[in-house]
């Protein structure tokens, strides 16, 4: 919807001036900023210590503009920083957002972006907003983003933590942000890779769970602090894949993740009605749920759920080194997202 006459106009034709007053009348405020958008900086007010994250997304390996428009982009961009944020057991609170595009893009997809990026903000973690940025120009569309939350007192809940004996927790989607790209690439892209709009409709019908999980991810964004006030040990997002980041859990914490496949499937082997195969559970990414250690006398928080368990390592370890991933007893080689050893078609 535009409300101010500028459909049609390029942010090259309006300039910065007029394409930031376009912007920000999109975004609502953050509960925590006593200033925002508009000086030099923001001023927050905080409660305890802050967590800080950031993040880019670059046109090409990270998105492509033929299966998001400018609303899916920016909830996308909000959803992927908060769930860093709650995964150390904090609160979201602000956000900043660096935009560089093309001269030609219209102004009118930098207000979507906008409105993505505020109704992920009230949608996921009510309270929290943007309060500042930069706009810039850039060969592709590119963002960096750079998310605050506040550990009201608490400790930040590392992925460090996990001990022996933990039960090892999942909560949110997983495998279906996976499912939904390889859709995505079989049926909306030539056959380079190149994509293509035309079959994203049809998807979005017979597929809406995998393509929303894609496209507009909905992490579980207050069970972070919800897993930390219960006792978490330790905590992280799910980006790469579960069996790379639970791998990564066990290599910081010093201990061994055992798996457990029939724990996978009962869990999450239908999600929402769609199906997914415990392959596409262990080596899918991009679902930013939260991976956690509980000591085993919790009660587990409403939301996650129990996948395997945490064993610690031989001291000292075997010839070759111990195994750190293990599905139903039997090691597993972690696989899923590296932007830099994987190269998606049309990338």
Not at 251 to 266: N, V
């Amino acid at each position: 919807m535009e409300r101010d006459g500028t459909s049609g106009i390029s942010v090259g034709e309006l300039g910065e001036r007029g394409v930031l007053a376009r912007v920000l009348a999109e975004l609502g405020p953050a509960e925590r900023a006593s200033l925002g958008p508009g000086d030099d900086c923001a001023v927050l007010a905080v409660d305890g210590e802050l967590v800080v994250t950031s993040d880019t997304m670059i046109e090409g390996p990270d998105f492509r503009l033929a299966w998001h428009d400018g609303f899916a982009l920016g909830w996308k961009l909000a959803a992927t920083n908060l769930s860093d944020v709650a995964a150390m057991g904090a609160r979201p609170t602000a956000l900043t957002v660096a935009l560089a595009v093309p001269h030609e893009t219209p102004v009118s997809f930098l207000a979507q972006v906008a409105e993505g990026l505020d109704a992920a903000c009230r949608a996921l973690a009510p309270g929290c907003g943007v309060v500042g940025g930069d706009l810039g120009r850039a060969p592709v569309v590119s963002a960096a983003v750079t998310a605050l939350g506040e550990l009201g007192g608490r400790d930040a809940v590392t992925r460090s933590g996990a001990r022996g004996g933990d039960v090892i927790a999942y909560a949110g989607e997983l495998g279906l942000a996976g499912l939904g790209l390889s859709l995505l690439f079989a049926e909306s892209a030539d056959p380079d890779g190149t994509a293509h709009a035309r079959g994203v409709p049809a998807l979005w019908e017979r597929h809406p769970e995998a393509l929303a999980a894609q496209l507009a991810p909905a992490p579980p964004i207050p069970l972070g602090a919800a897993a930390a006030r219960a006792g978490a040990r330790a905590m992280m997002d799910v980006s790469d894949s579960l069996s790379i980041d639970a791998e990564r859990m066990a290599r910081a914490s010093g201990i061994a993740i055992a798996l457990e496949s029939a724990l996978l499937e009962t869990a999450f082997g239908s999600q929402d009605g769609a199906e997914v195969p415990l392959a596409a559970m262990l080596t899918g990414g991009e679902d930013h749920g939260l991976l956690a250690a509980f000591p085993p006398e919790i009660e587990l928080p409403v939301g996650f759920h129990r996948i395997g368990e945490a064993l610690a390592l031989p001291a000292p370890p075997p010839a070759g080194g111990a195994a750190t991933l293990l599905l139903d007893g039997a090691r597993l080689e972690p696989r899923g997202w590296d932007p830099f050893t994987v190269r998606l078609p049309g990338a």
